[in-house]
């Protein structure tokens, strides 16, 4: 008994014996062409049609949010109450988180209590000015005397203001010590605790309203003049799934001296909240579209660098499969864009083109 490798190998000798011979038969003219048809070897075609093949190139690209604001504190201290928890949906004004407010707390009161004091002082000297003026009108006191009582009145209704500012101020700034959300969203990461002392340079956490994202694109600046407003751009997966798609609103103008990149950024519908903030993705920009003939992928072979498929030719009565050399562009679902070599209604070989050889007889079948 003969290994199985041998068999097969002996089988593929065989058939590549019969193809030389049918094809030196046919270039010398002495094959029956009844008989060249009937020993055809039959194969399965494609007929070669025009598609829709989109110019296009992938980049890599960063998602931000349109809708995310990062919390950090206006005031400096220790933390001592957390409100929400992380994933949590908060709405706008709701507390977030509290820093100890005891000093300023005692500030608010120590200014109130000035104030209430300088409005004891101003209720005074708005007394001692009517008596004056009184007096200054039965001719007991002076003129100057009368403008004395006005000058204290006056700077006594200014101090009162100023106190009224600074108790103001003091209880904004009191306010700040109760963090709160600017707008409706889902609480981040909350990297604080309570205890942790914080200044206004740290990040309490985040707030992410869910909806549009927007990519950055850095596109390579020999593409540059390429680039136009309005120009498709899509988000694709790891597969070359579309995920998303938009149109680009906007080009830099310049260009990144460290990476030799131009930014490009698209607004992206984030439609079942696909795509997260800050995510790493490859975005396509297509540049055009053009119609060309494709070839799928199974019929295409490479040797040596150049792709060739074989195409089952008319000659006469019957057919003979023929290898034609291609200059391929870009994948197509499982075909080849052909760029060279193919044009539309030749007939593809799709089957058994391991056993062809240029100029051998077939029998296409669809």
């Known amino acids: 008994m003969l290994p199985t490798n041998i068999k097969r190998a002996s089988s593929r000798l065989v058939v590549y014996a019969a193809a030389a011979l049918l094809v030196a038969c046919n270039r010398q003219g002495n094959a029956d062409p009844k008989a060249q048809a009937a020993s055809a070897m039959p194969v399965k075609v494609q007929i070669a049609r025009n598609l829709q093949v989109s110019d296009a190139s992938e980049y890599v690209a960063t998602l931000k949010s349109r809708n995310s604001a990062v919390i950090m504190p206006q ?88 106190l009224d500012a600074q108790l103001r101020e003091q209880q904004v700034q009191l306010h700040y010590y109760t963090v709160h959300a600017p707008r409706a969203g889902i609480v981040g990461d909350v990297p604080v605790r309570v205890g942790d002392r914080v200044t206004t340079s740290s990040v309490l956490t985040t707030i992410d309203m869910p909806g549009s994202l927007e990519a950055y694109i850095y596109v390579p600046v020999e593409r540059s003049a390429q680039l136009k407003r309005g120009m498709l751009a899509q988000i694709v997966d790891a597969q070359g799934n579309v995920m998303a798609e938009s149109r680009v609103n906007f080009i830099s103008p310049r260009v990144d001296d460290t990476t030799q990149t131009v930014l490009v950024k698209s607004v992206i519908a984030n439609r079942h909240d696909r795509l997260r903030t800050s995510q790493f993705t490859r975005a396509r920009l297509i540049w055009g579209v053009h119609m060309m003939p494709v070839a799928p992928i199974l019929a295409v072979t490479r040797l040596g660098g150049q792709y060739f498929a074989f195409v089952a030719e008319p000659s006469g009565g019957g057919f003979l499969a023929r290898q034609k050399p291609l200059q391929v562009g870009q994948m197509v679902g499982n075909n080849y864009a052909v760029l060279d070599g193919i044009k539309p209604g030749d007939r593809i070989i799709v089957s058994g083109t391991q056993f062809l050889v240029d100029g051998m007889p077939v029998r296409p079948e669809s």
């Open 75 to 162: 005031v400096e201290g220790w933390i001592t109450q957390i409100f929400v928890r992380s994933g949590e949906p908060v709405g706008a004004g709701s507390q977030l988180i509290e820093i100890d407010p005891a000093k300023q707390q005692a500030t608010v009161v120590s200014q109130r209590n000035a104030r209430a004091a300088q409005e004891a002082s101003l209720v005074y000297a708005r007394e001692q000015y009517k008596r004056m003026s009184g007096l200054y009108s039965a001719g007991v006191v002076s003129k100057q005397e009368l403008d004395q009582a006005k000058s204290a009145l006056d700077a006594a209704e200014a101090q009162l203001e100023a």
